[in-house]
């Protein structure tokens, strides 16, 4: 099957529309781009975005040698994954939960908030999170088509998904460009609100997967 033909394939069109839909729905990373782009602004989340895209090429790239089935296979392993992701996750909820414990003496106007997503953060989220790993070993080879050129398909569709990640994110950065005023002097909630989320993120994380 040519490149080609495997884009016009209806399983193709059913996976973008499976990536969109991940890439959309809120999780730690989305969460994270959110949160960034409301509090500094689209040119410094970029780097957020970027960590995302290259900690999800990495598990690609750890699928393709077959150590993520490996790690899927060995409890300790997956387990260690697992709690390193989400302590990060709970990391995150704490540094966001900071700022509401500060008095109005302490947050001077003219300070600049500590804490900021970095491209490390973004690495961090994606190769700790069990989810990607599930996603590229799990959902991933159903949609590749059972002919030659295996290793091509999963080339293709793992840099899909990561266009499709990096496309909503960027739409999300935008989006919250313009109701950026809006919380300028709330950013009190947005702060409250995402560490609330994160928590419970590294909840489910910790105590559900």
Known sequence: MSVMEFLANERFIYYVITCLIAAA???PGTLAVLNSALTQGLRKTLP???GIIFGMGTVSIVTLSGLSALILHSQLAFSAIKYLGGFYIGYLGVISLLPLFRSTRQALPHEQPKKKMTFYTGVILSIFNPKTLVFFTALLPTFIVQTNGLVQQTILLTLVLLICTFSV???YSKLCGFVAHFFEQRMKWVD??????F????VIMLFKL
């Open 199 to 202: 928590m419970v993120f590294a």
């Open 192 to 197: 409250g609100i995402t560490g609330i989320t």
């Open 48 to 50: 957020l975005m970027c």
């Open 25 to 27: 729905t809120p999780g």
């Open 169 to 171: 994110h960027l739409v």
